[in-house]
């Protein structure tokens, strides 16, 4: 059984940066993708990045490439995401997840199977 548990979150000024961690157990070959989303107070679900954990390859959202970046440590069973130049806007709950069918390129959150508890990122103005 897959279980996912985030942390790294906290509070930061505008402008700082955070690497978000997520400890991965019970990761099978029929893992084949592991993501990052986010969701701020009142807002809907919003995907990151998402990475293959067989290939390294990533996928950025749209809106996220830039100060955003996704990577893993398969040794460790740990995924990443370092934030860059945060702003007010990126105050939100932060969730990694795992899919168990092939293809990572879409990053949605509907796609995925299996989510951790999230992890709070504010940054204040």
């Known amino acids: 059984q897959v279980q996912l548990v985030e942390s790294g979150g906290g509070s930061v000024e505008a402008g700082g940066s955070l690497r978000l961690s997520c400890a991965a157990s019970g990761l099978t070959y029929h893992t084949y993708c592991l993501g990052w989303f986010r969701q701020a107070p009142g807002k809907g679900r919003e995907g990151i990045a998402t990475?293959?954990?067989?290939?390294?390859?990533?996928y950025y959202a749209d809106s996220m490439t830039g100060r955003f970046t996704i990577s893993q440590d398969n040794a460790a069973n740990t995924l990443y995401l370092q934030m860059n130049s945060l702003e007010p806007e990126d105050t939100a709950m932060y969730y990694c997840a795992a899919r168990s069918r092939p293809g990572c390129t879409v990053v949605d959150g509907g796609l995925y199977d299996i989510w951790g508890q999230g992890t709070q990122v504010t940054v204040s103005s």
């Open positions: 990475i293959s954990r067989a290939s390294d390859r990533t």
